[in-house]
Every structure is written in structure tokens, then in C-alpha cells.
């Protein structure tokens, strides 16, 4: 059974800081999501990895396949940037099946 | 702007009523995925459905059914809810299958069962 882990649970952090949440996954996959869930409950896709890294603002994701591990990365936090960071995974193999969640990542920036 | 909508935010239904939640897509995707969402759980899947009246058991089927008649819409019922079963339900669609393709999410049904 495919489990996928997130570290931390909880992060609290001032403005301005770098932040980094991480994601472990322990079967192949074929595409690796970063997802935000705002108070209110909608979900917004940030990105979706298969190898490399990608960019968009001030976000970074990163992912290492033969690691099994992800990180998503913040520079210049911001309040704004509160929210849960939900990593997820499509396992391989094909079929339609939906992703695999980890339980999320609770961030407080602080102003 | 490309949505997935879910009819309602907030429902609270009585024990052994049927429910259904509804859910939209306005981009002619073929999939279409509702998940519940519980603390400490995450969002498990329940159903999906890869195209019309075609649909799939997901992690936790139990207690639920689906109907997808037409490809934009595609429906939740509880059959006889239960006070177990009060959660945040959370549809969601993709173009297509092997995680390839982006996710759109709904923004979410919270269901209270009293």
C-alpha cells in the first residue's frame, strides 16, 4: 500500500522566512502534486512534478525519484502563504484511479 | 475561468436520509473523483469515474453510490446517511488518466449528520 508521509504536521514561521515541506512516498509513481487548501476548504493545484524542479513566484518544488522525496519550498513568506500543503501522489501503472494524499502541513506565517 | 462546482457549501442532513451531492464541470474533462476529507485523514477516495456511466470504487466506498449520466456532472449519494459519515466531501476532475494532467478541485461540500 502506497503511503505518503509530510514533515512537518505543523509549521509556524515569521514574514520573510524560507520555508520547506517535505514529502516521502514509498511506491513508484507517475506524477507528483503539490496541492493548497485554504480555511474554507478549496483546493488549489500549485504543481505537478514527474523529475526536476519547477517554479511559479516566490514557490519552488523539487523532486528526486530515485529518493522517493519531494520538497516544496517558500521564499519571502507571507502571511498570505498560510494555509494546509497537501503533497500527492499518482501511483504507476495506469488505470484512472485519483492520487494518494499525505495528511498535510499545517503553515502559520507570522507577520 | 475553468470550474468545478459543487452545489452546496454547508448541509446538514438527518440520520437515514438520502443525500446527494452534486458536482459540475465546465471543461470537458473525463474524470471525475469525489474524496472525503477528515482530520488526521486526509482526503481519502471514494468514487470515480472515468466516463459517462462508467464509474470505479475507490479506497472507501462504503456506505456511498455514484451516478455520472452525463460527462459533466457527476453525483454522490449517500443512501441512508449516517452520523459517521459527516465530513467535507471534495469532487474533483482531470483531463485525462495517469496523473499527467492537472487536477481542478471543487471548493467543497461540508456535511453535518445529526
Known amino acids: 500500500k502506497n503511503e505518503v508521509e509530510q514533515s512537518p504536521q505543523n509549521l509556524t514561521a515569521q514574514e520573510g522566512e524560507f520555508i520547506t515541506i517535505n514529502c516521502s512516498y514509498s511506491?513508484?509513481?507517475?506524477?507528483l502534486h503539490w496541492l493548497q487548501q485554504h480555511p474554507g476548504g478549496g483546493i488549489v493545484s500549485l504543481f505537478m512534478?514527474?523529475?526536476g524542479k519547477k517554479k511559479h513566484g516566490r514557490l519552488i518544488a523539487t523532486i528526486n525519484i530515485q529518493e522517493k522525496h519531494s520538497s516544496l519550498h517558500i521564499t519571502a513568506s507571507h502571511p498570505r502563504d498560510s494555509a494546509v500543503y497537501i503533497c500527492?501522489?499518482?501511483?504507476?501503472?495506469?488505470?484512472?484511479?485519483?492520487?494518494?494524499f499525505g495528511k498535510g502541513t499545517h503553515l502559520i506565517i507570522q507577520p | 475561468d475553468v470550474k468545478v462546482t459543487q452545489s452546496s457549501r454547508y448541509l446538514v442532513k438527518r440520520t437515514g436520509e438520502k443525500v446527494f451531492l452534486e458536482c459540475v464541470q465546465d471543461?470537458?474533462?473525463?474524470?471525475m473523483f469525489w474524496y472525503r476529507q477528515d482530520p488526521g485523514l486526509g482526503l481519502r477516495l471514494i468514487y470515480f469515474?472515468?466516463?459517462?456511466?462508467?464509474?470505479e470504487k475507490g479506497d472507501i466506498p462504503e456506505g456511498y453510490s455514484v451516478s455520472r449520466e452525463k460527462k459533466e456532472r457527476f453525483s454522490l449519494i449517500l443512501e441512508s446517511a449516517s452520523t459517521n459519515q459527516t465530513s467535507m466531501y471534495l469532487c474533483?476532475?482531470?483531463?485525462?488518466?495517469?496523473?499527467?494532467?492537472?487536477?481542478?478541485f471543487g471548493s467543497g461540500t461540508r456535511l453535518t449528520v445529526v
Open positions: 474533483a476532475s482531470s483531463l485525462g488518466s495517469g496523473g499527467f494532467y492537472g487536477y481542478t
Open positions: 469515474s472515468y466516463d459517462v456511466k462508467m464509474k
Open positions: 500527492a501522489v499518482r501511483p504507476s501503472g495506469g488505470g484512472a484511479d485519483g492520487l494518494t
Open positions: 512534478l514527474s523529475s
Open positions: 511506491v513508484g509513481i507517475s506524477a
Open positions: 471543461m470537458d474533462h473525463e474524470n
